[in-house]
């Protein structure tokens, strides 16, 4: 695949406690020359970045990256989200509840923030490192039958990203109505075109233009 059709699968991401808003923009600068599918930033930066990016299609992130506030909370920062400008939401289950196995507390709250969302698009994040196979396979049904746009591996700040045998469990288990992204340990030309060739519609990654441009990257 060619550099700029990888790009346009990418979410171009700064997700790190101390970005500051400098590297933001510089971020979104990269995004809009080499026409990245989105950029996925703090929900802090989301309002300065549409005033300066109008066009820019901006993800932000919902319970991150721990995944266990409640979901009231989780509702209030799309709203906030929301109303800053963002289009599209990556959330993280209570992953407490995964291995608690209160799946249908899981799928209620993706419907419940789906809800919220409305006609913008909601990625669930799952966190694959700290589950078992069952539980993944679970997970796919409960964002299959919330209605969710995406399942997604990883936060990135997890203890492993993106594996090729969880996207194959994905393909197997969410069907086609749920699209899926790869996140977190994507570290070259060639893993990204593996997870596209694969099925992903989305690859979350710090550092896809600095790989495709031939540097040497250690990001999410």
Do not use: Q, W
């Not at 510089?26 to 930033?41: F, G, N, P, Q, W």
């Not at 936060?155 to 090729?164: I, P, Q, Y």
């Not at 992204?181 to 896809?208: H, N, P, Q, W, Y």
């Amino acid at each position: 695949m060619v550099k700029e059709e990888i790009l346009s699968f990418v979410d171009h991401t700064a997700l790190a406690a101390f970005v500051t808003e400098e590297e933001i923009f510089i971020l979104c600068e990269d995004a809009v020359k080499y026409k990245t599918a989105s950029v996925c930033i703090p929900p802090c930066y989301i309002k300065r970045v549409r005033e300066r990016f109008p066009n820019l299609t901006i993800c932000t992130v919902i319970g991150f990256p721990l995944g266990y506030s409640v979901t009231e909370a989780k509702v209030a920062e799309i709203e906030r989200g929301i109303a800053d400008g963002a289009d599209e939401f990556d959330m993280v289950i209570n992953i407490s509840d995964a291995k608690n196995h209160y799946f249908d507390k899981i799928t209620d709250e993706i419907k419940t923030l789906k809800n919220t969302c409305g006609n913008k698009v909601l990625k669930v994040i799952i966190e694959t490192c700290y589950l078992t196979e069952e539980e993944k396979i679970s997970l796919c049904r409960c964002v299959k039958e919330a209605k969710a746009d995406y399942i997604k591996t990883s936060t990135g700040f997890g203890t492993k990203g993106a594996t090729m045998d969880d996207i194959s469990l994905f393909k197997t288990h969410v069907g086609k109505e749920v699209k899926i992204k790869a996140a977190g340990g994507i570290r070259s030309k060639e893993d990204m075109e593996v997870f596209l060739a694969a099925g992903c519609s989305r690859l979350g990654t710090s550092s896809a233009i600095k790989i495709l441009a031939g540097e040497v990257s250690n990001g999410y």
